[in-house]
């Protein structure tokens, strides 16, 4: 079966400090992968979304930004982070197929800037 | 592109009486129609999802209708238990999917 994996679980940064969120997903080949940010009592915003290795698509533009070095590996950085990038982040699969297919969240990465 | 609304934001019904949540879409090529349930704290976790070629599904007490003319969604949950409250997300999509807003359901003892 499939899992995913994203660490850390709770992290708390000074503002101006880089960042660093890994997502890895076992048990699929070829996913598409994705990063989501939750502001407190708010929806889903679609940060990046990556169809392949090395392939990035970016939904809002911002100091973040995504990279994808192995096939199941999605990594989140920023070289210097702003008190508005609090929030929780998910990363989510789904398989590779045209037809609709539902994402798998990770458990998310809570993320507080001081 | 895709766009989603979701109605309403906040639901409070009484234990045991029914709940229903409404979305629409504007993409008529949209054929995917899931939708997630979020505790507290937690992961968006699929609870039912729906294809363009099928007008309902049920499992146990929550069902999904779909109107492609109408192009909206409902999901429908039955004999509600202090266990369905949580933030519920609607979704709509063929590739990616584009997410409604959430409801937060909130069920009274």
């Known amino acids: 079966s499939q899992t995913i994996h994203q660490w850390p679980a709770t992290l708390v940064q000074p503002v101006g400090s880089p960042l660093s969120l890994e997502c890895t997903v076992e048990?699929?080949?070829?996913?598409?992968l994705y990063w989501y940010r939750q502001a407190a009592g708010r929806g889903l915003q679609l940060l990046f979304y990556s169809v392949g290795i090395g392939q990035i698509s970016s939904e809002v533009p911002q100091n973040l930004s995504a990279s994808r070095p192995q096939d199941r590996q999605f990594i989140l950085s920023s070289k210097k982070l702003l008190l508005s990038d609090s929030g929780f982040y998910l990363c989510?699969?789904?398989?590779?197929?045209?037809?609709?297919?539902?994402?798998?969240f990770g458990d998310g990465t809570r993320l507080s800037i001081l | 592109g895709e766009n989603v609304e979701q109605h309403p934001s906040t639901l409070s019904v009484q234990e045991g009486d029914s709940a229903v949540i409404k979305c629409t879409y504007s993409d008529s090529a949209s054929n995917y129609f899931p939708w997630y349930k979020q505790e507290l704290g937690k992961r968006p976790q699929l609870i039912i999802d729906i294809r363009s070629n099928v007008g309902e599904k049920k499992d146990q007490r929550i069902a999904v209708t779909l109107n492609k003319t109408a192009k909206h969604f409902s999901l429908h949950i039955t004999e509600t238990q202090p266990e369905d409250s949580a933030v519920y997300f609607c979704a709509a999509g063929g590739g990616g999917l584009t997410f409604g807003k959430g409801t937060h359901l909130i069920i009274q003892p």
């Open positions: 048990g699929t080949s070829n996913p598409n």
């Open positions: 989510a699969w789904s398989r590779l197929d045209g037809s609709g297919q539902p994402q798998h």
